[in-house]
């Protein structure tokens, strides 16, 4: 079987070279699902996982623009949709000088088989560019998002690609792409997700990915009669993504002790609280200060330049970055007590740290299935503008737990190895791959 995952590992390489992150998602995906179509004959007869691997379009284009001074920037814009088979394409937006073909090739590819796992009819995309809004002003990042929206304006709509966003990408960044998109089309359609509600946005999306990744952590823990509360919570990023599972984790008596952001990580024994998070939420949200300002504040450590992995705790949110947990942070985690990683970054975990959790047979959850609350939230945030309607909080937050519930139910279904352990990736990557190829063999060749 290994040389069977070589071989195609191969090819792949040989058409996407220089894309470390792209064959990174693309191994990690190809270790389950090769053994599967080798079961499954049709999926290997129709190549499918092949067909996947490749995008159905990827679309760069220029995107110039004047800053405060006056002067000509230029930044490079970019959208990979990835795979129509289920649905339109869907998936972020990240601004970002770390944006690269590559990278969104990886997260579009990821994005495929999160979509599938929600159960909603979502194909896979990503986008983004290498521009950095932090520290540029309001009007800078408005101009930006006039200028990227002026080019991808005819790539998307609400039947052909909506996307969403993504790190660097908020409130702020949608309102004034969305607000260009009207303008250029004339039209007030649902085209971007995560808009404010007053304008057609869902309530509790900004939430959604950090309430997601802590009721999939609970539906682990579950499987071993355990549960959230009394634990000891790390939680790497300071983003929304984090803010919202460190305010699950509060409110379902878990105490948080890490947060951390590019510069370094704070450690506060006595607990993130909701008073200190809210804090938190104004020093990123509102004044987009450093997580360093919270340890002068609150009084304890922050250690700059490194990751919180050496804390001791129950369980583990990685929700900052692709490839921040390496073979050593997780063995580091393990010794230190932790039994449980559920992923709100997108593939956060390098292929080594996968296999030392998978070793260790602790409770893993990769971030195709952990984090795919927000883009469930998102798809339902689509559907109420089909609608023209607007469910309520409550509503809303029944359906993504009911959504994360079914995630949970097959990957245990497709990722169980005995009656003490299951394999949350293997069972992610099959159950979003087989929706999707079934779906691409019934429209054939296309």
Partial sequence: MDVLIQEFMKKIELRNANEPEFLQSVFEVAESIIP??????????????????????????????????????????????????????????????????????????????????????????????????????????????????????????????????????????????????????????????????????????????GYGVVYFAQQMLHTRGDSMEGKTVIISGSGNVAQYTAEKCIEVGATVLTMSDSEGYIYDPAGIDKEKLAYIMELKNVRRGRIREYALKYGCEFFEGQKPWNVKCDVAFPNATQNELDGIDAQTLVDNGCFCVAEGANMPSTPEAIHVFEQTRILYAPGKAANAGGVAVSGLEMSQNSLRYSWSREKIDSKLKLIIEQIHHVCVKYGRIDKDYINYEKGANIAGFVKVADAMIAQGVV
């Fill in 36 to 209: 599967f179509a080798e079961e499954h004959p049709k999926y290997k007869k129709h190549k499918i996982l092949e067909r996947i691997a490749e995008p159905e379009r990827a679309i760069i284009f220029r995107v110039p623009w004047l800053n405060d001074e006056g002067e000509v920037e230029i930044n490079r814009g970019f959208r990979v949709q990835m795979n129509s088979a289920i649905g339109p394409y869907k998936g972020g937006l990240r601004f970002h000088p770390s944006v690269n073909l590559g990278v969104l090739k990886f997260l579009a590819f990821e994005q495929v088989f999160k979509n599938s796992l929600t159960g909603l009819p979502m194909g896979g995309g990503k986008g983004g560019s290498d521009f950095n809004p932090r520290d540029k002003s309001d009007n800078e990042v408005m101009k930006f998002c006039q200028s990227f929206m002026t080019e991808l304006y005819r790539h998307v709509g609400p039947d052909i690609d909506v996307p969403a966003g993504d790190i660097g990408v908020g409130a702020r960044e949608i309102g004034f792409m969305f607000g260009q998109y009207k303008r250029i089309k004339g039209e007030f359609t649902g085209v971007l997700t995560g808009k404010g509600h007053e304008w057609g946005g869902s309530l509790i999306r900004p939430e959604a990915t």
